[in-house]
């Protein structure tokens, strides 16, 4: 499990629901403009990775260098028996952070790991869902979404399930015992902080 967090003290309860509501307002405008124009060159190439197949390997963090804070939380996460809360502040690069320490796993270790993030608000969901495309090498289908109108599960291809905090509440349990990979999963609870409180966890 890996628990990423923000320090509360930075902000204050109304500047976070700003913040959250700016960054949904930033997610939704970037949003519209790819889904109004987007280019045959797009759909093409859309639909060639969703034919690619799953690759033995990933590379979720390609053409991309780890600070030295991050490349020392990646060794003592694993030092720690694959455990550990990381505290940073927001844009510091926990997500990726996270995808490096799944990439790792999956490579050296875990051929057949599944990974569930479980993320408080859907902007955060789309954002790991974008970052993931951008930056691995995974299929779309391979990375799948639950909550915020999606109801994906770790079933067939898929590697990844970014479940929203509400929806994991409930269906995440079921959904991975289904699945029969509870034994290779790897949980990543983005702003853990959230999830601490008897009816989340």
């Not at 320490?101 to 999956?106: D, G, K, T, V």
Request: with cysteine.
């Amino acid at each position: 499990a890996l628990m990423m967090d923000i320090p509360q003290d930075i902000l204050a309860r109304d500047d976070r629901l700003l913040l959250h509501q700016l960054r949904l307002l930033e997610w939704m405008d970037a949003n519209s403009k790819k889904k109004d124009s987007p280019s045959d060159a797009d759909q093409a190439e859309q639909d060639e990775q969703n034919a690619a197949p799953i690759p033995e390997q990933w590379k979720l963090t390609r053409d991309i260098s780890l600070y030295n804070w991050q490349q020392e939380c990646v060794a003592n996460w694993f030092k720690a028996g694959q455990r550990g809360t990381v505290k940073v502040v927001t844009g510091a690069g926990k997500t990726l952070l996270g995808m490096a320490i799944a990439e790792l796993l999956q490579n050296k270790t875990e051929p057949r790991l599944r990974v569930a993030i479980v993320v408080p608000t859907v902007v955060l969901m789309h954002q790991w869902y974008d970052e993931l495309l951008e930056r691995g090498n995974l299929p779309a289908r391979a990375i799948g979404r639950l909550g915020g109108g999606y109801k994906e599960d770790l079933e067939e291809d898929r590697r990844i399930l970014i479940a929203v905090l509400a929806s994991a509440r409930t269906q995440l349990a079921p959904l991975v015992s289904k699945s029969g990979h509870g034994s290779h999963l790897l949980l990543i609870a983005d702003e853990c902080h959230r999830t601490g409180a008897t009816l989340m966890s």
